[in-house]
């Protein structure tokens, strides 16, 4: 079983910046990322990275958000700039390893206001 570990949701203004992160107890997948949901909204893809070192950004978050790995710390960091409130939403640390089902953090609450 893989553990996720989520960290640095929070409050923040609009244009300003939040950092999130998310330890895995596992250090082998193929994409490990964040996706977020906000309500009466489905669950949209964020930023992950992929086991070859890709990354993948949502449309929404490209160029204001960036996403780093730290292998020795089997962590990966979300970087939030120029944050808006459309970015409010609860934040989902994601994990996956080819065939199998993919791995989910309990949620860490974003919220963007002024």
């Known amino acids: 079983q893989v553990q996720l570990v989520e960290s640095g949701g929070g409050l923040a203004q609009p244009g300003g910046s939040l950092r999130l992160s998310c330890a895995a107890s596992?250090?082998?997948?193929?994409?490990m990322g964040w996706y977020r949901q906000a309500p009466g909204k489905q669950r949209e893809l964020v930023a992950t990275?992929?086991?070859?070192?890709?990354?993948i950004y949502g449309t929404s978050v490209k160029g204001r958000f960036t996403i780093t790995g730290d292998n020795a710390k089997n962590t990966v960091y979300l970087q939030m700039n120029s944050l808006k409130f459309e970015d409010t939403a609860v934040y989902y640390c994601n994990f996956v390893i080819a065939g199998r089902v993919p791995y989910w953090g309990q949620g860490t609450q974003v919220t963007v206001s002024s």
């Open positions: 596992g250090n082998f997948f193929n994409a």
């Open positions: 990275i992929l086991g070859d070192g890709r990354t």
